[in-house]
């Protein structure tokens, strides 16, 4: 507590001298004197010491409140959730300050350095076969930026970035951890049932930094087959997690909340997509794969399912649902893989793609719409189709 309480101190110093210059300028630009502008040092007092109160009552009934849900009797690794308690009470108030301002500003850093500091000794408590400390990494460090979907300080799409290719190794860290370790800890299980599929959407939708430059990653990414290995692998704990969440004593958040049905199925989509290419760089691309047909099941449950109304049309947000929408059928991964397997396989991918653009330039070309959106794909598949005609048919 004393380290929070010197960082709120701290920026309220900062704010203090930040108000005063502010208003000496405006003084200075009105041709005032600047006496107006002299900090009341007793009124600054009063403040400083009030605000001292609440944030110790405040820290105090929270740091108690996560006691009490952290520390009891059908809790385990109690030695290490003492600082996991610690850690998740620094974590309130930076996740009230990520809800408005970057995670990185200046301000919330002793925050996240506090945090690591506690990490550090609190995993060290922890068994070795045990995914708590991939969920804690996740709630602490990596969940502020999916949450708003925050691009890191530094990173540019268009160039190599190191820092980015640690995160994502801590990312699969976390993944890795969450997914094949069991947990002793009943309600940190569930932590890991509401925020496993998140985190994971995450990763494929960033892993183009492994291959250097993340723009026009995908075939440089498909012939690497450490990734391939690793898309089986998010394939499958995306999976068993879906079953955990049919369980009914899983969280009520998991019931719920359609959000996290719609993240599970554009992750998979997303990885199955990738691993499609792998296959085709591998020169194992069929038709009866696995991965082929997990595809379709996917985007019919996604675009219509057996039964009830389709998940994304249960978010709220219709910008939000348009989204979620385009990344699933109206994406150059979407319209690649139905090409791919309606064309190649025969099959029939759900999904009424946008052909807006197409009708445009169609007419400009003088051909159909379907002839420009084919000559789309194939320029997009630049690299796979090849591979794709000029081996053996994929039906073989």
């Known amino acids: 507590m004393g380290l929070l309480l010197l960082y709120f101190v701290f920026c309220y110093g900062l704010l203090l001298l930040y108000g005063n210059f502010r208003k000496k300028r405006k003084l200075k630009k009105a041709g005032k004197p600047l006496e107006g502008a002299r900090i009341n040092w007793q009124r600054c007092r009063r403040i400083f010491f009030r605000a001292c109160i609440v944030i110790v009552v405040t820290t105090s009934y929270m740091y108690l409140h996560l006691r009490f849900q952290w520390m009891g009797d059908n809790n385990a690794n109690l030695k290490a959730k003492e600082y996991f308690i610690a850690g998740q009470t620094v974590n309130v108030y930076k996740s009230i300050l990520t809800s408005v301002f970057h995670p990185e500003l200046p301000f919330i850093k002793p925050l996240t350095s506090l945090q690591w500091l506690i990490y550090n000794k609190g995993v060290a408590l922890l068994p070795e076969n045990d995914g708590e400390a991939g969920v804690w990494q996740h709630l602490w460090f990596h969940y502020h930026f999916g949450k708003k979907d925050w691009m890191y300080f530094g990173v540019r799409k268009n160039r190599p970035s190191p820092k980015m290719i640690k995160i994502l190794d801590q990312y699969w860290f976390c993944l890795e951890s969450m997914a094949t370790r069991p947990f002793a800890d009943r309600e940190m299980e569930d932590k890991y049932l509401e925020s496993f599929v998140g985190l994971a959407f995450s990763y494929v939708l960033y892993d183009g930094f492994y ?132 064309h190649y396989c025969g099959y029939k991918v759900a999904g009424k793609v946008d052909m807006t653009s197409a009708i445009e330039f169609a007419k400009a070309e003088n051909i159909t719409p379907e002839e420009h959106e084919e000559g789309r794909r194939r320029d997009s598949l630049f690299d796979e189709i090849p591979l794709l005609e000029g081996g053996t048919n994929g039906r073989e």
Not at 256 to 278: A, E, F, R, W
Not at 292 to 303: D, N, T
């Open 211 to 342: 291959s250097g430059e993340f723009l026009g990653s995908a075939t440089r990414m498909a012939k690497m087959p450490e990734m391939t290995e690793r898309y089986r692998l998010v394939v499958k704990w995306v999976n068993d997690l879906r079953l955990k969440w049919q369980d009914k004593n899983a969280p009520r958040i998991v019931h719920d909340n359609p959000k996290l049905m719609v993240l599970s199925q554009l992750t998979l989509l997303i990885t199955l997509h990738n691993l499609i290419l792998g296959e085709i760089h591998a020169g194992n691309f069929n038709c009866n794969n696995a991965s082929i047909a997990q595809y379709i099941k996917l985007r019919q449950e996604f675009y219509a399912p057996d039964k009830g109304k389709p998940a994304y049309k249960r978010v709220p947000n219709l910008e939000e649902r348009k989204r979620i929408y385009h990344i699933a059928i109206n994406s150059g991964a979407g319209r690649d893989s139905k090409y791919i397997i309606e």
